[in-house]
T-cell receptor, first 115, second 115 residues
Framework: DQQVKQNSPSLSVQEGRISILNCDYTNSMFDYFLWYKKYPAEGPTFLISISSIKDKNEDGRFTVFLNKSAKHLSLHIVPSQPGDSAVYFCAASSRGGTSYGKLTFGQGTILTVHP | DGGITQSPKYLFRKEGQNVTLSCEQNLNHDAMYWYRQDPGQGLRLIYYSQIVNDFQKGDIAEGYSVSREKKESFPLTVTSAQKNPTAFYLC????FGAGAREKLFFGSGTQLSVL
């Protein structure tokens, strides 16, 4: 059962435009969400996160939006740059119980930014 | 520089052979994790350890074993019981504290292939 889903395997965007990456989740116990960026043959690096008590978090060109009622979050990159081309993973976690400290990842979305 | 070191970068396994993947961190983090990445899938948790001499099974622990004798080290053994070991393996660590929640730091990974 895929609890975190990224339904778009790939996204292609022109440099300078906005990139929007989407993520859906099914587990209502998730209360913390993260985005990771990964280049080929490297480990993922943390990008931005959001707690369920917020609906938006911004860090420079990156903004994450959370819609709890729809169990949906999105990552906006404005403006997109060629160096943003990578795989982006959405991840979620919940406090307490046996799942504390564990992350559940989506399948990833390959972002390609064309010059 | 602090970080997580995984070795080797590439590893080949013969039929019936056990192989061990190394993971060392000098971030003074208490928690360490092993994830597996397959093409088109998200990262899946194999094992994790919150403290020395203690570890827990993740979602896909069958065919794997770990040890946590030192805080800095969390080796993963892929046993002959793991019938589909070809994958990219990622080790991660995490500190504790209000600012550390689920912000995993990843190593650069080990690509394991079967001969």
């Amino acid at each position: 059962d895929q609890q975190v889903k990224q339904n778009s395997p790939s996204l292609s965007v022109q440099e300078g435009r906005i990139s929007i990456l989407n993520c859906d989740y099914t587990n209502s116990m998730f209360d913390y969400f993260l985005w990771y960026k990964k280049y080929p043959a490297e480990g993922p690096t943390f990008l931005i996160s959001i707690s369920s008590i917020k609906d938006k978090n911004e860090d420079g060109r990156f903004t994450v939006f959370l819609n709890k009622s729809a169990k949906h979050l999105s990552l906006h990159i404005v403006p997109s740059q060629p160096g943003d081309s990578a795989v982006y993973f959405c991840a979620a976690s919940s406090r307490g119980g046996t799942s504390y400290g564990k992350l559940t990842f989506g399948q990833g979305t390959i972002l390609t930014v064309h010059p | 520089d602090g970080g997580i070191t995984q070795s080797p970068k590439y590893l080949f396994r013969k039929e019936g052979q056990n192989v061990t993947l190394s993971c060392e961190q000098n971030l003074n983090h208490d928690a360490m994790y092993w994830y597996r990445q397959d093409p088109g899938q998200g990262l899946r948790l194999i094992y994790y350890s919150q403290i020395v001499n203690d570890f827990q099974k993740g979602d896909i622990a069958e065919g794997y074993s770990v040890s946590r004798e030192k805080k800095e080290s969390f080796p993963l053994t892929v046993t002959s019981a793991q019938k589909n070991p070809t994958a990219f393996y990622l080790c991660a660590s995490k500190g504790f504290g209000a600012g550390a929640r689920e912000k995993l730091f990843f190593g650069s990974g080990t690509q394991l292939s079967v001969l």
